[in-house]
């Protein structure tokens, strides 16, 4: 199965510096990488997303970047605040299983 | 509407007990999830309905059942609750081959005692 892998456990940066995860997959039928979002006691919330024919995605502060060849993708929080602070999941999707396979996530704090 | 909703949002039940949780979305979405969410890990896969076929994982198959009477909604049954049970119950939607990310509830929060 599906094996998905965040880089990054914890990372802190200060407010107004950017913040990037990496997640490396291995599953070739993987063609659709959402990241979420999850805040202290809530459920999951969609961030962004990347589709398998392009390597790059911005959606105001948020790029998410995508090497197939690799098997990995990246998000990067530009112009950091504290509300971004929370956990951060990526999730390779397969589109024919109907799949989405998380990796650990990633705990970001941001520092005023 | 377009929100998945899951009732309760929160739930204790005792050891050996039955527990049954509720999700429901009127967005004609053709797969509902069921995740298992813990502190500090990831979200597990418990089961999924693409339409009427459900799909177990094979680790949790026999612990978890589920049932979709129609489109819009899908429980998930937990026979006798132990407490290892105790978690984040995630029910989440999509229309599979669409490439759009699967839409979360806001979770049912099971403490077993």
């Known amino acids: 199965g599906e094996k998905v892998e965040q880089h990054e456990s914890t990372l802190s940066v200060r407010e107004g510096d950017s913040a990037v995860i990496n997640c490396t997959y291995t599953?070739?039928?993987?063609?659709?990488f959402p990241w979420y979002k999850q805040e202290a006691g809530k459920s999951l919330h969609f961030v962004i997303d990347?589709?398998?024919?392009?390597d790059r995605k911005q959606s105001q502060r948020l790029i998410v970047l995508l090497d197939k060849k690799a098997k990995r993708f990246s998000l990067h929080i530009t112009a950091t605040q504290p509300e971004d602070s929370a956990i951060y999941f990526c999730?390779?999707?397969?589109?024919?299983?109907?799949?989405?396979?998380f990796g650990d996530g990633t705990v970001l704090t941001v520092k005023p | 509407d377009t929100t998945v909703k899951q009732n309760p949002r929160y739930k204790l039940a005792r050891v050996g007990k039955p527990v049954n949780l509720i999700c429901s979305q009127t967005m004609n979405h053709d797969t509902m999830y069921w995740y298992q969410k813990k502190p500090n890990q990831a979200p597990k896969l418990l089961l999924f309905?693409?339409?009427?076929?459900?799909?177990r994982e094979a680790d949790t198959f026999e612990k978890f059942q589920s049932s979709r009477p129609n489109n819009s909604f899908c429980s998930l049954y937990i026979g006798s609750a132990g407490l290892e049970y105790s978690a984040m119950y995630l029910c989440?939607?999509?229309?599979?081959?669409?490439?759009?990310?699967?839409?979360f509830g806001e979770g049912t929060r099971l403490s077993v005692l």
């Open positions: 999730a390779p999707y397969n589109t024919n299983t109907g799949k989405l396979t």
């Open positions: 989440a939607s999509s229309r599979v081959g669409y490439n759009q990310a699967p839409l």
């Open positions: 990347i589709r398998s024919n392009v």
């Open positions: 599953d070739t039928a993987s063609s659709y």
């Open positions: 309905y693409y339409d009427k076929i459900l799909n």
